[in-house]
């Protein structure tokens, strides 16, 4: 008993020894995108490109309805031969548009991958300025508010968001 009682004393000793205060920082990673001219561009690049394809996907399901309405009416005029190649057809066309749906827009379609090729370095370049801001000014933690990932307050005080934004030379528009 006596050396469990000493070992726990140690231990609350040796924490409380090694311990310091530990500088951290809040900052809103999402309103530095939202304010950097080129994330803006990304951002319209992303949606012009997924317009397009929507456009396409949609002229596709268009025709696949077309078959089938033209199926509809002409069905009873058929050989059961001649209806189930019909029904193939249209069958097949509607699985390739879900495909061409899903290698556009799914999760690790085109879409993502050219959301990764124009707004990763961004994100990396934010990154890094935070980084090299939190090396700087001493802090040991950089937490994102806009994630909200368990902060539930945060002074103004510890929010450098301006400050990273500077470093970056954006001006705030929101």
Same mark, same amino acid.
């Given at each position: 008993?006596? =050396?469990?009682?000493?070992?726990?004393?140690?231990?609350?000793?040796?924490?409380?020894?090694? @311990?310091?205060?530990?500088?951290?920082?809040?900052?809103?990673?999402?309103?530095?995108?939202?304010?950097?001219?080129?994330? =803006?561009?990304?951002? #319209?690049? /992303?949606?012009?490109?997924?317009? #397009?394809?929507?456009?396409?996907?949609?002229?596709?399901?268009?025709?696949?309805?077309? /078959?089938?309405?033209?199926?509809?009416?002409?069905?009873?005029?058929? @050989?059961?031969?001649?209806?189930?190649? =019909? *029904?193939?057809?249209?069958? @097949? #066309?509607?699985? *390739?548009?879900? *495909?061409?749906? =899903?290698?556009?827009?799914?999760?690790?379609?085109?879409?993502?991958?050219?959301?990764?090729?124009?707004?990763?370095?961004?994100?990396?370049?934010?990154?890094?300025?935070?980084?090299?801001?939190?090396?700087?000014?001493?802090?040991?933690?950089?937490?994102?508010?806009?994630?909200?990932?368990?902060?539930?307050?945060?002074?103004?005080?510890?929010?450098?968001?301006?400050?990273?934004?500077?470093?970056?030379?954006?001006?705030?528009?929101?």
């Amino acid at each position: 008993m006596m =050396k469990s009682t000493l070992f726990s004393l140690l231990i609350v000793l040796l924490a409380a020894g090694t @311990s310091s205060a530990q500088r951290f920082a809040i900052v809103d990673v999402a309103k530095i995108m939202d304010n950097l001219p080129e994330y =803006k561009e990304a951002q #319209k690049q /992303l949606d012009d490109i997924a317009a #397009k394809w929507r456009q396409e996907i949609s002229v596709q399901y268009d025709e696949v309805r077309s /078959l089938y309405n033209k199926y509809q009416a002409e069905q009873v005029l058929l @050989s059961d031969e001649d209806r189930k190649a =019909k *029904e193939d057809e249209i069958t @097949s #066309k509607e699985k *390739e548009v879900m *495909e061409l749906q =899903k290698q556009r827009f799914g999760p690790e379609g085109d879409l993502f991958r050219k959301r990764q090729e124009l707004v990763q370095p961004l994100q990396d370049k934010v990154q890094q300025a935070i980084a090299e801001y939190a090396d700087q000014k001493g802090y040991d933690a950089m937490l994102d508010k806009s994630i909200n990932a368990g902060v539930i307050f945060a002074s103004d005080q510890i929010d450098k968001t301006k400050q990273i934004m500077a470093k970056l030379g954006i001006k705030a528009n929101k």
